[in-house]
């Protein structure tokens, strides 16, 4: 059974992971680079589970390429039924190791559902794709790019030395909701916002989170951190209503209240950290504690739950829905996954081999009814977890 630490009962996941994709270390072995196929993952750094029974989309990162399944895997090692950047599931390289197109990829990492379509975060080609129709089979192009011209253009805001409403540069993370695209443009310091999903290529963002104009790009805007600054931005999710945006390089998760309209917007709560201007890894201390953070890459919602990958602390956090998130400044997380304790944070527990249970660099996270789908970067894997939503968990598969 999974090692829930829990403040007060409660219980987001019943068992453990029911479904592993990727390599299942044996006993005698260790979590290496693996030579692609249809099975072996490298470094999976995102997922989206497009409904309760599928489609699923992996970013195989270090394999420069995305990963679809048809529907919901049902067993352990499950081979994929589709490939997108790469000619075939058993070549790498960044782009193919051809030239930068419609369909080839260079550090994917955020990946969810836009409607009927897909969108992904080409990380190192400084752009984001759009799949108005979701894929069906492999090495479907792309209809649309953002931050760039064109499909085959990949320099980080288009060459600039400044930002601009349609550049990118070493973005991370992408979400959809209600219409909007919300996209971490990391390496910009920012999250940019459209209103409504882009209809063109290169279509300039409506609004800016992190910087006081769309040309600005300086980490913490230039000086000390506040509620309006960013520093490492990378992943987004909208609970209850209210945006929510990790801060990795702050070691910070940001919440809004609602969705802000304006630019520069200052977030309203912070986790991880006591204050808006304290950044330090688990607060300046090493080992970590039930309230701080060390480098969040990953985070989703449930109607209930707020969860977090805290992943230089290889473990998942949770915190539960107050009646206002204002009192949720600070506080300490209701329930962990992936350690012994609060104080813990070795990979897979006290640096052992991966169980249906430990994690290892816990990247991204992504919900879809009760369904989690954690991508455990570190151990080259993907997890799919139950989440509780009442006393009787559905079947074992």
């Avoid at 801060?247 to 910070?252: F, L, P, S, V």
């Avoid at 912070?270 to 304290?278: A, H, K, M, P, T």
């Avoid at 169980?355 to 992504?366: E, H, K, V």
């Avoid at 970067?377 to 968990?393: Q, V, Y």
Wanted: a negative charge.
């Amino acid at each position: 059974m999974v090692n829930i630490q829990s403040h007060s009962h409660n219980k987001i996941f019943e068992t453990d992971a029911e479904i592993i994709l990727g390599n299942i270390i044996k006993p005698d072995e260790l979590a290496t680079p693996l030579a692609p196929s249809n099975i072996e993952m490298f470094a999976p750094r995102g997922a989206s589970l497009i409904s309760e029974t599928g489609s699923l989309w992996v970013s195989d990162t270090g394999h420069h390429r995305l990963l679809g399944w048809r529907n919901l895997p049902i067993s352990d090692n499950q081979p994929a039924d589709w490939v997108i950047g790469q000619p075939n599931f058993n070549s790498e390289g960044q782009n193919g190791k051809g030239k930068v197109g419609r369909n080839t990829l260079n550090v994917p990492t955020g990946i969810c559902g836009c409607g009927e379509g897909l969108v992904v975060a080409d990380a190192w080609n400084h752009r984001v794709l759009i799949w108005k129709t979701l894929p069906e089979d492999s090495n479907i192009p792309a209809d649309l790019v953002l931050g760039q011209a064109d499909f085959s253009s990949n320099q980080p805001n288009r060459g600039n030395l400044t930002a601009a409403a349609n550049t990118l540069n070493w973005c991370y993370g992408v979400f959809y909701y209600q219409g909007k695209l919300f996209v971490a443009d990391t390496g910009n310091r920012r999250l940019l916002i459209w209103h409504q999903l882009p209809e063109e290529n290169g279509q300039p963002a409506d609004v800016v989170l992190g910087q006081p104009d769309m040309e600005s790009r300086d980490e913490n805007g230039g000086g000390i951190p506040t509620g309006s600054t960013m520093r490492w931005c990378h992943d987004i999710t909208i609970w209850g209503d209210n945006l929510v945006v990790t801060d990795a390089g702050n070691n910070r998760v940001m919440i809004w209240q609602g969705i802000p309209t304006e630019n520069n917007t200052p977030c309203k709560v912070v986790l991880g950290q006591e204050s808006f201007d304290s950044v330090e890894m688990n607060q300046g201390i090493y080992f970590p504690k039930p309230n701080s953070l060390s480098m969040p890459y990953g985070v989703a919602a449930t109607d209930d739950w707020l969860l977090v990958t805290d992943t230089a602390n290889s473990r998942l956090l949770a915190w539960k829905k107050r009646q206002s998130i204002l009192s949720l400044q600070g506080a300490d997380a209701d329930v962990l996954i992936g350690q012994n304790d609060f104080h813990s944070k070795g990979e897979n527990r006290n640096y052992g081999l991966p169980t249906r249970n430990s994690l290892n660099w816990s990247y991204g996270i992504n919900v879809h009814n009760n369904t989690a789908v954690i991508a455990d970067s570190g151990n080259n894997r993907i997890l799919l977890w139950e989440i509780k939503t009442k006393k009787e968990g559905r079947s074992k598969k």
